[in-house]
């Protein structure tokens, strides 16, 4: 665990330092979110923070293959350096959109071409419990285009909901603090090697998006950009899949108590990341579905996000983005602790969990509205002398 702590905290510091460099690279080669109707800052702000998160995820993994337990496992820091080689090839195509606006094709060629390096490392989908603990084997075509479908819904679901400042990293820093429970716990309770992928990978993105998120919390000073947000979706979607790729079957079936993990048995490698990534997710259907029922492309921009309608109800910047926090952490944490732990104490603690962020999401503006809490002044009576 202390490796672990100390991969966060170089990928949190690096990536708070690269964030001032990737902000001068930013103003000088005009990669900056000019003021539109749909966005809600209000003077141009810098992109390219995705540039800053990169090189703090690398120093990550560079540090954690000279510490003496995590350096020592090659095949796993192997399955890492894939899925970092992969986010560099999809942080590359964002930088450039960052700086002259690509097409949605072209992003999207982008974005395949890095799962298909991906599958090409051997990072993909290979098999799924089923009800009865059977192992459901799928051959490598099925395998490659299901991680692609993963994959690439997951860059843009995070790319969807990267509306407001802080919001998209700190949801893609609560689900890796959630991946990384779900792989080090499972590890632990099996009885296999603690040097997991998807924990290392999980750790140092949990690290860069605090590191970012400094820099990047209302009023943002930079924002991550397509270079940040696609390599965030494709980090943490990679991670979970991972889980599928290190062990073999069988290997982690086991929950806390001795119990078999009851999530695990029911396809839960797919699952994780959707669930992890329920609110963006989420967003991104909605988003498509409003779109083309309105005669739209499902790309074309618009302000009616759930950050946007949080805004509408009353809730001011920061609250709305703390808000989504506490949404992602509610699914991501929940589905993790429900997948590894059983029994009625946990099933309470969600449900407690799952009431206040909904009185926080939709009471807290009524309480806090000034023409709710405060009846308005009556205007004097002047009478027909006009005096009092």
Known sequence: MR??????????????????VARE????????????????????????GGLAMLGGLWAAYL?????????????????????????????AVGVV????????????????????????????????????????????????????????????????????????????GISASALFLFCYSLAYLNDVT?????????????????GFLVHNFHPA???????????????????????????????????ADGARSSLLPVLLPVALPIMILIVPLGDLVLAVVRRTRAGRSPFAPDKQHLHHRLLEIGHSHRRAVIIMWLWAGMIAFGVVVASVFTGPIVWSVLAAGLMMT????????????PAVAEPPLAAPDSGPTGTL
């Open 97 to 172: 959109d960052d700086i002259i606006d690509l097409d949605a094709l072209t992003k999207f060629g982008g974005q395949v071409l890095a799962v298909g390096f991906l599958v090409y490392s051997g990072i993909q989908f290979r098999y799924f419990y089923q009800a009865q603990g059977e192992v459901l084997t799928l051959d490598t075509a099925q395998g490659a285009l299901l991680t692609a479908l993963i994959v690439v819904t997951t860059v843009n679901a995070v790319n969807f909901i990267d509306g407001l400042d802080g919001l998209a990293a700190g949801v893609i």
């Open 25 to 48: 690279i930013a103003v000088r080669t005009g990669a900056v979110a000019k003021v539109r109707d749909r966005d809600v800052h209000a003077e141009p702000v810098p992109y390219l």
């Open 63 to 91: 540090v954690a293959r000279e510490l003496p337990f995590l350096g020592s496992q090659n095949p796993f820091s192997n399955d890492a350096l894939s899925v970092l080689i992969a986010g560099s090839l999809v942080c």
């Open 194 to 210: 603690r040097a997991v992928t998807g924990a290392l990978l999980a750790a140092a993105l949990a690290g860069a998006c605090v």
């Open 358 to 369: 909904m009185a926080l999401t939709f009471a807290l503006p009524r309480v806090n509205d």
């Open 3 to 20: 490796e672990y702590v100390v991969v966060f905290l170089v990928a949190a510091i690096v990536t708070y330092l690269l964030t001032v």
């Open 221 to 255: 000073r930079l924002f991550m950009g397509d270079s940040g947000s696609m390599l965030l979706g494709l980090v943490l979607s990679a991670s979970a899949i991972t889980v599928t790729t290190q062990f073999a079957p069988g290997d982690l079936t086991q929950g």
